[in-house]
């Protein structure tokens, strides 16, 4: 398994705003997927799509992107044919708002062992009683965050894995207050978290996986993206 990460650059033909940035290049990938017979029945199915996003960088010190500017949007996923698929296509694709203009693919390869995941975007868990603090114990959020980061890797894989997996040492919220991220005309709320990864054979495989894929939901919404730390 290999997790590879599209550096796409995007130039902006109209100022966003960054709270409106999501919904933009959310916009531009689904736009590209619809284009292509497989990759439609992909973009509609349920089914786990293997590939997350992160907000464009560097981000603006007054939270506006600017017309004109040119910025990174990463692209990762699992799944090589998908960054190829995006690597070709995007290549001068355009919206109202946002053009892409090229990039560079590189494979991430953590030199040591994973000795944290750090959210670079919330980390969404959804449910039909919004934000979770008031509604389930952390251990119900803990379990709910690592149960669907192993049926992903499940699902791609095709390995089984044992439900007392230990996956990390620790967990840090970073926000105070729930994060938000515009999603179909409502906010979904989420986290920025911290996971100290625990050193053990299957912590590492889910840790690298999740580069790839993003934890919790969402993923291909720019939910979830982590980048790490290793040893």
């Not at 990460?5 to 709270?19: A, H, P």
């Amino acid at each position: 398994m290999k997790v590879f990460e599209f550096q796409c650059k995007i130039k902006f033909l109209k100022d966003v705003e960054y709270q409106n940035v999501y919904e933009k290049t959310t916009y531009l990938l689904d736009s590209v997927l619809i284009k292509d017979e497989q990759y439609l029945k992909f973009h509609e199915s349920k089914d786990y799509k293997f590939y997350v996003t992160d907000a464009p960088w560097p981000v603006e010190s007054d939270g506006i992107y600017k017309k004109g500017h040119v910025y990174t949007l990463r692209i990762r996923s699992v799944d090589g044919n998908l960054i190829e698929f995006f690597i070709k296509h995007l290549y001068q694709h355009q919206t109202k708002e946002l053009l892409c203009i090229g990039g560079e693919v590189r494979m991430i390869n953590p030199k040591r062992m994973i000795s944290k995941l750090y959210s670079v975007t919330p980390v969404i868990l959804k449910n039909d009683f919004g934000y979770w603090k008031a509604e389930i114990s952390l251990p119900e959020y803990e379990e709910r965050l690592i149960v669907n980061l192993m049926k992903k890797y499940q699902s791609f894989t095709g390995e089984k894995i044992e439900d007392d997996v230990h996956l990390y040492d620790s967990i840090l919220f970073k926000n105070k207050m729930p994060v938000k991220i515009p999603y179909k005309n409502i906010h979904l709320l989420g986290d920025k978290i911290d996971l100290e990864i625990a050193n053990n054979e299957m912590a590492q495989k889910l840790a690298y996986f999740a580069l790839g894929v993003g934890l919790g939901e969402n993923n291909s919404r720019s939910c979830g993206f982590v980048n790490y730390k290793y040893l």
